[in-house]
């Protein structure tokens, strides 16, 4: 009985330990919930009417990759009225927040609120297992002030009104308007960012190679001709100057031209090279100061590598903002990027594919190839390459560790010591890759995508984000006079490769010779054709391809000689065609209409060039804020170079000349092109095949008055100077020839001034100083103005003034800057002493009355007596 008692014990304790294991285990099919917290947070707040508040929204749980963050999460806004207004929806980052922005209509009280949609986490992350599902939440309400009066920010620094130069501080943010690159000839020559020169004012120069007369009486052998034959200029084929750039306020170029053999050899160009034992002599790359002309270094890249190009691209990721900069050198497919800091190589890239380089909106290098018989495009992307190099590197590894963590060691810019192949193929097997297509198959690709198959001829013009344009022109059956072919491929976030129209114009009859290379804007969405033989060019949509204009009208005839200086297809900027270029009539167009707007005629006085017309042949330079800047040059000028090749800023808007300087630079049409960044331009000049550097320079007051007091009521003179104090004066050469400074001088002085300074011509003898302003702070502590005066051509001023009070005054001479310098002044001091008060008579001393009247009756008894004395003794003198 106690067994069976003990037994039965014993079972009903296992059905119960069961029973509670069946209670305690979890259902290993639920899903795993976490609860989430949603947050709101506004910067800043309280804010004013119309002022953006930074909204942060998010939940407190983070991702991993290749989850790139949660999504749909909205936010309420309340108003002040009461009606409510939906914000979002927002996908957030791996962080588990995001950003946007607010601005609010009202003064009130405003109540924010976040809403997280419930949401299922794929991959595990912060100590979470895949799969668990998050759960909805609302953030808490938070209240946004807004007032009427608006909140102040942190105040800019103003753009610098004196002389200044790279790098500048992050923090002066309103500089950027002034400071810009030049990586390469930009569209249309059009330079934005700059506050481009109104003066021809030169800063620095220095010479890239031997130039100028030679002299010495080479040439044809005692004739009229000898000492007038001048150095090689580069004029033509030979290139000096070319692939020059700026980046960061240092000016890059190439020393020597480069030893080629000419494409007409082909494929036979190595060993053409080893049959004439060619040996390339080392070709250093120079880099200066652009604003003080100092140089910074002087090296041979790599294997005797030109500078091609530059870049400076912006690198935007989860783990590194900023930009990084690079001086690139090509052979062939192979790449090779250089620091511009210290010329140390970096990294290369090998089978790059070839194609037009681009520059996206980050600066990346775009090369789009379009294969109209296949019907596909792609866009190689020079970042992409590094990107996905690493990616590739961590997606061969299996580790889940290495997949979570691969983003994050891809994303930090780090090619430098690598040879990377440009087309390698990219691994796309890992399916956690959303962001790139499946299209992406080498690591350089950011997209392959279908087109129309059979557009007629080839893509022209590139627009990175925007379009591309292509043309066919049948250039060997103009005698039929058939019709061009114009179409548009989309090159939009995801619509890359969709056909924005084709259509075709027919253009006039008589078998024209029409380009396909005009001037382009994609700000004014307008494409050009050149007519050669109209000396014109038509204009057209790049938004459908319709024909809207032209012919413009015609200009001279020597515009119909293709191959002469740059710009015969035309400029584009500020809604206006520039068209000129050997006739040397500078025609503005409007690119809307097609009208004429204004002629400016580069007119040549003296007939130097016989060829030329009443014109100089016009070599565009740039265009930049709001100006036209226009040179000289031709195919291959004779020995010796005409003189007074002109250098001219217009108005780009009225086309009134701003400033036009005969003879100081002549161009070159095969040599590096003239470069605006900084507010600085540069300048190859084929007179002396030196480099110049045009801009505002500093300049400098002096002032000096008497040493010594100066009585009150007398006048002082205040005296000193103002000179031009930029780099180049610093030169031995000028500060010999200048001891006591160069003169500063006013802007219409200036071209001529620089000629006789930096070129030796002789001294103007009509150039004028400049406006000083006379200030001085009394002895009462009142600071006023007391003249104007303004110095000659030798620098010097003088002003006589007379102080109206004794006492201590301090001089302030103070020059207020031009087009062509920076502001500056100087102080000096003088005394004047107080005029001493009037001295008082003796006084008399008190007298008695017999004092008073004896003493004078004394005197006259004695004055009575020597009278009758002297007359007796002349009445004895007169007796026998």
Known sequence: MTRNKTTTAIAILLILTFAITLVALPDTNAAITKKTYAFIGAMPNPIGVGQQTLLHVGISDQTSHPQEGWVGLTVTVTKPDGTTETLGPYNTDTTGGTGGVYTPATVGTYYLQTHFPEQVLTTAATGLPAGTVMLASDSEKLPLIVTEEPRTFYPDVPLPTEYWTRPINQQFRSWGAGASDWWTTPN????????????????????????????????????WWQNQVGYEMGDAYEGKFTGSVIINGVLYFNRQIPQTIPSAAGTDSQNMINALNVTTLEQPVVAVNLKTGEQLWSKVLGNNERVAFGQ??????????????????TSGSTWNAYDPLTGRWEFTMTDVPSGTRNYGQNGEILIYTVNTANGWMTQWNSTSVAYKTYLNIYLASTAETTVASAYYWAERWRPQGLTINASAPFNVTKNWLPKFRDSATTVGIDWNVTIPKGLPGSASKYYPGDRIIGMYINSTGRLVDQPIAMWGLSLKRGEEGRLLFSTTWQPPAGGLTLSSGGAASLEDRVFTVRAKELRAFFGFSMDTGQYLWGPTPSRGYMDLFMGGPSGENGMIAYGKLFLGTLAGALQCIDVKTG??????????????????GSNWPIEFAFISDGKVYLLHSEHSGNTPLPRGAPFVCLNATTGDVIFRVDGLFRFTVWGGDPMIADSTAVIFSTYDNSIYAIGKGPSAVTVTAPDAGVAQGSSVTIRGTVTDVSPGTKEYILAARFPNGVPAVSDESMGEWMKYVYVQFPRPANATGVEVTLSVIDSNGNFREIGKVTSDSDGFFSYDWIPDIPGKFIVVASFAG?????????????????APEASPGPTPTPASMSEMYFLPS?????????????????VLRKRP
Do not use: K
């Open 858 to 874: 004394v005197a006259g008894i004695i004055v009575a007596i020597a009278v009758v004395g002297a007359l007796i003794l002349l």
């Open 312 to 329: 400076t691209m912006f690198w935007q990721t989860m783990n590194m903002y900023g930009c990084f900069s690079y001086l690139w050198t």
């Open 818 to 834: 031009s087009e062509s310098y920076y502001p500056s002044q100087a102080e000096t001091a003088f005394t004047v002493d107080a």
């Open 595 to 612: 009208d004429l707007l204004w002629t400016y005629n580069m007119t040549q006085p003296y007939t130097e060039l016989m060829w030329g």
């Open 188 to 223: 249309n020559r059009f330079a934005p960012y700059n506050d481009a020169p109104e003066a021809p004012h030169i800063l620095w120069t220095t010479p890239l190679a031997e130039g100028g007369a030679v002299g010495g009486g080479i040439g044809e052998n005692g004739t």
